[in-house]
C-alpha cells in the first residue's frame, strides 16, 4: 500500500506561483510513475503533469507546458510541482497519483493510489 499526502495549495493571484508537494509513502517502487492532476466541480479529473521516479522522463499538458515543471526528490520520497504564471483557470483542487505505469501518463486508470488532494485558487 501506497500512502500519498498533498500540500502547498492555496490562494494566489493571477501571474503568482506555488509549488505543491506529494509526499509519498508505505511500500513505493522505483518502478513507479507519479502524476498530478485536477480537477473543478461537475468536472472530470484532468491529467497536468507526471514524471518517472527512476530517470525522471517528464511529461505535461498542452494547457502547462512552459508553465509547470514537475520534479523529484528521491530521498525525501516526494514529487514536487512548481507552479508558475498561474491562470484564473488553473484554479482546481490538484490530485497526486502514483502507478506502475510506463505510458499512457495522462490516463487516470493507469494509476493505483490517490492523495485526498490539495485546493489551488487563482483570483484575477
Known amino acids: 500500500q501506497v500512502r500519498l499526502v498533498e500540500s502547498g495549495g492555496g490562494l494566489v493571484q493571477a501571474g503568482g506561483s506555488l509549488r505543491l508537494s506529494c509526499a509519498a509513502s508505505g511500500r513505493t517502487s522505483s518502478s513507479y510513475a507519479v502524476g498530478w492532476f485536477r480537477q473543478t466541480p461537475g468536472k472530470e479529473r484532468v491529467f497536468v503533469a507526471a514524471i518517472r521516479w527512476s530517470g525522471g522522463s517528464t511529461y505535461y499538458a498542452d494547457s502547462v507546458k512552459g508553465r509547470f515543471t514537475i520534479s523529484r526528490d528521491n530521498a525525501k520520497n516526494t514529487v514536487y510541482l512548481q507552479m508558475n504564471s498561474l491562470k484564473p483557470e488553473d484554479t482546481a483542487v490538484y490530485y497526486c497519483?502514483?502507478?506502475?505505469?510506463?505510458?499512457?501518463?495522462?490516463?487516470?486508470?493507469?494509476?493505483?493510489?490517490w492523495g485526498q488532494g490539495t485546493q489551488v485558487t487563482v483570483s484575477s
Open positions: 497519483a502514483a502507478g506502475a505505469i510506463y505510458r499512457n501518463y495522462d490516463v487516470q486508470m493507469g494509476y493505483d493510489y
